[in-house]
T-cell receptor, first 116, second 112 residues
Framework: AAGVIQSPRHLIKEKRETATLKCYPI?????VYWYQQGPGQDPQFLIS???????DKGSIPDRFSAQQFSDYHSELNMSSLELGDSALYFC???????????????FGEGSRLTVL | GEDVEQSLFLSVREGDSSVINCTYT??????LYWYKQEPGAGLQLLTY?????DMKQDQRLTVLLNKKDKHLSLRIADTQTGDSAIYFC????????????FGRGTSLIVHP
């Protein structure tokens, strides 16, 4: 079965640079979520999109932005990178019906960003 | 996160039962989940329980919910080395987007 695809899997950037992470949800899933997981930390919710519109906002820094495109894939753009941005970034997808019934999100394998 | 707390490590012997505990603070939590994260992989939903339930059993997994104490536990019977992973407790609230709030995860180590 198709899963959530994230790219790149690993990314190394320097401070003050910009990075873009991509997420391709499971087919027919129209809701995408972004989480940030620092070393030894819990996954923190950043932002979510439903039908290409932002639906919820969590602890996403102002330096970050995201959007969902017409094919439902999503991109997380991070600018002016800081050392503290080094983390594993997860994307998850769901369909509203499934979310209402079980709250289940389907996670990708994550993109590991290292800021030097 | 601070709303969901778990112990960080648990070590068990293969074949024994594992019990991973979690406490949460939001009494309006509607769904409570256990997710599993294997090395280098994303989070995978293991099981979930509605807040109006006390127990849920699914093969080797048993979830117990004590709403009064806001305590959730996951019992894994006959623990195997393949169960070694990080287990995350999470809660979400109905009426919104069901966005799970995760704990910091319990690292389960199964040794022979």
């Amino acid at each position: 079965a198709a899963g959530v695809i994230q790219s790149p899997r690993h990314l190394i950037k320097e401070k003050r640079e910009t990075a873009t992470l991509k997420c391709y949800p499971i087919p027919r899933h129209d809701t995408v979520y972004w989480y940030q997981q620092g070393p030894g930390q819990d996954p923190q919710f950043l932002i979510s999109f439903y039908e290409k519109m932002q639906s919820d906002k969590g602890s996403i820094p102002d330096r970050f932005s995201a959007q969902q495109f017409s094919d439902y894939h999503s991109e997380l753009n991070m600018s002016s990178l800081e050392l503290g941005d080094s983390a594993l970034y997860f994307c998850a997808s769901s369909s509203p019906l499934r979310a209402r019934n079980t709250g289940e999100l389907f996670f990708g394998e994550g993109s590991r960003l290292t800021v030097l | 996160g601070e709303d969901v707390e778990q112990s960080l490590f648990l070590s068990v012997r293969e074949g024994d039962s594992s019990v991973i505990n979690c406490t949460y603070t939001d009494s309006s939590s509607t769904y409570l989940y256990w997710y599993k994260q294997e090395p280098g992989a994303g989070l995978q939903l293991l099981t979930y329980i509605f807040s109006n339930m006390d127990m849920k059993q699914d093969q080797r997994l048993t979830v117990l919910l004590n709403k009064k104490d806001k305590h959730l536990s996951l019992r894994i019977a006959d623990t195997q080395t393949g169960d070694s992973a990080i287990y995350f407790c999470a809660e979400s609230i109905s009426g919104g987007s069901y966005i799970p709030t995760f704990g910091r995860g319990t690292s389960l180590i199964v040794h022979p």
